[in-house]
């Protein structure tokens, strides 16, 4: 299972962008899609989740400003009112089930990252 990602750049502070995650390879069930980010000097975190079901879930600090949203393979998350703290870069991460012998095993992949950088 590959994710790639797209959609980071440079923008202004309050501007937007939408980073695009599409899963490609053999699995049994998608399940939950996440994005993550990392800031220079900081620890990865959780900014926003989606369940298989649709049910979303945010950092407070995104609330409001971000939606992230799938749709078949792949997970977008558009982001408004962007802030220089929004700085990092975001990975993709994806929670899969593969089909084994033995049933079924639970997985998940990363991407590689994106890059978003808010000039204020």
């Known amino acids: 299972v590959q994710l790639v990602e797209s959609g980071g750049g440079l923008v202004h502070s309050g501007g937007s962008l939408r980073l695009s995650c599409e899963v490609s390879g053999n699995y049994y069930r998608l399940n939950a899609m996440n994005w993550y980010r990392q800031a220079p000097g900081k620890e990865r975190e959780l900014v926003a989740s989606?369940?298989?079901?649709?049910t979303t879930t945010y950092v407070d600090s995104v609330k409001g400003r971000f939606t992230i949203f799938r749709d078949g393979n792949a997970v977008h998350l558009q982001m408004n009112s962007l802030k220089p703290e929004d700085t990092a870069v975001y990975y993709c991460n994806a929670e899969f089930t593969i089909a084994i012998i033995e049933g079924v095993q639970s997985m998940e992949e990363w991407g590689k990252g994106t890059t978003v950088t808010v000039s204020s």
């Open positions: 989606v369940s298989s079901g649709g």
